[in-house]
């Protein structure tokens, strides 16, 4: 897949740009949390590209799930100070989305500064993709650059309506992204082992399917493979099932010899912080007891497979890994990524934080590990080989 990049455009001076990124952010107290700027610090070269050429950039984004009005709690002042702190430069925090009082304060800004509009899910023009919406914002800007991979599964005003209105451009984080996983796409080095966990096992199972023709070997982990192993007869204690797949999987008979399950978990009779945990064979699991981690034997099992692969993808961690008496599974493979040379991409919001928190060395000293911006976005274009706001952006044959 070739998109229009934001280097083929003739002249960018004095040129306002809408750029839309994908600043949705974990807050904590009206700051980052931890390990949460991930994709703020990956589109930092698109925006600095642009000042660099003259351009007016104006920051569009979402932030949480309002649902189209005003949630104090989800004001994006706090992103736009912490931009500002990481350009070196001040950011302009507009207090609404469109509007008379946002068009006077594009009209009075200077090139080579940067705006930020108010979060664009506070108008519900965003979310149900209103021409209206889109072309207000479009109205705002001379281009349109998208760096918003990790919303590009998504049919938004800001995603898919805006191009309609004006010449669209991909930003260097969104090609990049797109050039990284077209390649696992078409021409992934063999063996290619793909890891998949996470909660829900309706939201993967499509790409499950993908991966069981495109990979040699899929690992699953995470509380979607509890629905799994109840398909396959197991018992799996009080630990969450999605009941209304199991027949479709039984139907689908997810046997195939390249599909890799825990053989041991790692139980506990609840879900916080302080109880008793229990190792044992996934056969012997009881019925008071919840499933939250992949067990020991389970990470050498994996780790083996992982040994022998030149390509790696992983989308979800292996168990409940934010309480450390569930985390051993996650780190596990984490460590088995540091010790391989196989290319790996990582997605997910969770799994890449993971990646970054327990790597031995920054993630900058693994040049064969992508960290990936998006998680559903990942997915979705790997099972479909592409998305709703790269369309717009495709390249003329």
């Not at 046997?255 to 945990?277: E, R």
Request: aromatic content about 6%; proline content about 6%; overall charge positive.
């Amino acid at each position: 897949m070739r998109l229009k990049s934001v280097r083929t455009i003739r002249t960018l001076k004095n040129k306002r740009v809408l750029l839309r990124t994908d600043f949705n952010v974990p807050l904590e107290g009206g700051t980052i949390a931890l390990e949460g700027d991930e994709r703020i610090l990956r589109t930092l070269p698109t925006i600095r590209y642009l000042l660099r050429r003259g351009a007016l950039v104006i920051v569009a984004t979402h932030l949480g799930r309002p649902g189209g009005r005003v949630v104090p709690r989800y004001r994006l002042k706090p992103l736009a100070a912490y931009l500002g702190r990481q350009l070196k430069a001040p950011v302009q925090a507009l207090s609404k989305v469109v509007g008379p009082e946002v068009a006077a304060a594009v009209r009075r800004a200077a090139a080579g500064t940067v705006l930020m509009l108010e979060n664009l899910r506070f108008n519900p023009g965003e979310e149900e993709n209103s021409a209206t919406f889109s072309r207000t914002l479009a109205e705002l800007c001379d281009v349109y650059v998208n760096d918003a991979f990790g919303n590009a599964h998504r049919a938004h005003a800001s995603m898919v309506g805006v191009p309609r209105y004006r010449k669209s451009y991909a930003g260097l984080l969104l090609a990049e992204e797109v050039r990284v996983l077209s390649g696992l796409l078409a021409r992934p080095r063999r063996p290619m082992v793909a890891v998949i966990g996470g909660v829900k096992l309706s939201t993967k199972l499509a790409v499950i399917q993908t991966f069981l023709k495109l990979a040699n070997d899929l690992l699953l982990g995470g509380n979607l493979a509890n629905t799994v192993l109840k398909a396959r007869g197991l018992a799996v204690g009080r630990s969450p099932v999605e009941e209304g797949l199991l027949p479709s999987l039984r139907r689908l008979k997810l046997t195939a010899a390249k599909l890799h399950l825990p053989v041991d978990v790692i139980t506990a009779s609840g879900t916080t912080a302080g109880l008793p945990t229990r190792t044992l064979a996934v056969a012997n699991v009881q019925p008071d007891e919840y499933i939250l981690d992949v067990g020991p034997d389970t990470v050498r099992l994996f780790d083996a497979v992982l040994r022998d692969a030149r390509t790696i993808v992983w989308n979800g961690p292996m168990g409940k890994f934010e309480l450390p008496a569930f985390a051993a599974g996650t780190i596990g493979l984490v460590h088995a990524i540091a010790h391989t040379r196989a290319r790996v991409v990582v997605g997910g919001g969770e799994t890449v934080a993971a990646v970054r928190r327990y790597l031995p060395k920054p993630v900058s000293a693994y040049p064969n590990v992508y960290l990936s911006t998006g998680g559903g976005a990942m997915l979705k274009f790997l099972e479909h080989g592409t998305l709703p706001a790269l369309r717009p952006l495709l390249q003329a044959k």
